[in-house]
């Protein structure tokens, strides 16, 4: 089961770019990555996922490196409604226990 | 956009008695996932269900435990005898379901349990 590690917490403005990065060095070849963003009393919302390289979606981008041992979460132009928890998830449906980590607070100041 | 949908939003029960937490899945998926979130803490996996049989489970599913797909759409969890420890956020999931392509897993808002 792959372990991932991610900030606990970041800052960030309304209007700005942020990156949040999770480490997954272990990540076995079928894993896929996948990010989820939560609200208080709110069930986990899926963002986006990958496998490898870059992938855009219309609410974030996905970096994956070739060696796959990590990723980040590119959420541009953020607005104070962004600010959560965000996880950073791998494995593969069906195959895997998805597990969460303690996520990454993101808090978007005006 | 289909929804994972959870009732009810709000249960208190009294410590010892049963409860039953019910979910309907997005009607085309066919992997069924119960969570729960203490306060304050992180999201814990309970269980995974497929082809009518539970498919994983954590340390914490444990006999008071259980799930039921009683019908075409409903997906239930169950605890016996609630403790205090079982006060928590309980989300439901699905996803369509495995291979070349990963699904990912959509969840409910979840029901919150008081257990007093």
């Known amino acids: 089961l792959a372990k991932t590690t991610q900030p606990i917490s970041m800052d960030s403005y309304e209007g700005q770019e942020v990156n949040i990065t999770c480490s997954h060095n272990n990540i076995a070849t079928n894993d896929y990555i996948t990010w989820y963003q939560q609200f208080p009393s709110q069930g986990p919302r899926f963002i986006i996922q990958?496998?490898?390289t870059k992938v855009t979606n219309e609410v974030a981008s996905l970096f994956i490196p070739a060696d796959r041992k990590s990723s980040t979460l590119s959420l541009p132009r953020v607005s104070l409604s962004d600010t959560a928890v965000y996880y950073c998830?791998?494995?593969?449906?069906?195959?895997?226990?998805?597990?969460f980590g303690k996520g990454t607070m993101l808090l978007v100041s005006p | 956009e289909p929804e994972v949908t959870q009732t009810p939003s709000h249960q208190v029960t009294q410590m010892g008695q049963e409860v039953i937490l019910r979910c309907v899945p997005i009607?085309?998926?066919?992997?069924f996932y119960w969570y729960r979130q203490i306060l304050g803490q992180k999201v814990e996996f309970l269980v995974s269900?497929?082809?009518?049989?539970?498919?994983?489970k954590s340390e914490i599913f444990d006999d008071q435990f259980s799930v039921e797909r009683p019908d075409g759409s409903n997906f239930t969890l169950k605890i016996r005898s609630t403790k205090l420890e079982d006060s928590a956020m309980y989300f439901c999931?699905?996803?369509?379901?495995?291979?070349?392509?990963?699904?990912?897993?959509?969840f409910g808002n979840g029901t919150r349990l008081t257990v007093t």
């Open positions: 990958g496998y490898k």
């Open positions: 998830l791998v494995g593969l449906t069906g195959y895997s226990t998805l597990t």
């Open positions: 269900f497929y082809n009518n049989e539970i498919s994983e």
């Open positions: 009607s085309n998926h066919l992997y």
């Open positions: 999931a699905s996803s369509e379901g495995q291979g070349a392509y990963n699904s990912p897993l959509h």
